[in-house]
């Protein structure tokens, strides 16, 4: 069983920058794909992004138009979302997930362990 455990997030002012970080508990860490969603109130939950297993392929989604960037840290068993430039309609529960598969995804159906959220908050 994978656990996924989000920190990093908070209230912040429009126009500053947060780093999210997503650590797993399992050694086999280092061999899955690994994605960011968010989900605000009322709305679907929404694909971020996500980066393949040796962190060589990365996908965003639309809206982040080069403000975030997606990394991670396999010694540390530790992914990253590095959040620049934030705005109000950033604000939403930001969710880590891993999947059993080879390949990172944009859909979070292909994704099989969630953690439990971290909540960011963009005043304007």
């Known amino acids: 069983q994978v656990r996924l455990v989000e920190s990093g997030g908070g209230l912040v002012q429009a126009g500053v920058s947060l780093r999210l970080s997503c650590a797993a508990s399992?050694?086999?860490?280092?061999?899955?794909?690994m994605g960011w969603f968010r989900q605000a109130p009322g709305k679907e939950r929404e694909f971020v992004a996500a980066?393949?297993?040796?962190?060589?392929?990365?996908y965003y989604g639309d809206f982040v138009k080069g403000r975030f960037t997606i990394s991670r840290d396999s010694d540390k068993n530790t992914v990253y979302l590095q959040m620049n430039s934030l705005k109000p309609e950033d604000t939403a529960v930001y969710y880590c997930?891993?999947?059993?598969?080879?390949?990172?995804?944009?859909?979070?159906?292909?994704?099989?362990?969630w953690g439990q959220g971290t909540q960011v908050t963009v005043s304007s």
């Open positions: 980066i393949s297993w040796n962190g060589d392929v990365t």
């Open positions: 997930a891993a999947r059993e598969g080879n390949r990172a995804s944009t859909f979070s159906s292909n994704y099989d362990y």
């Open positions: 399992e050694r086999t860490f280092s061999a899955r794909p």
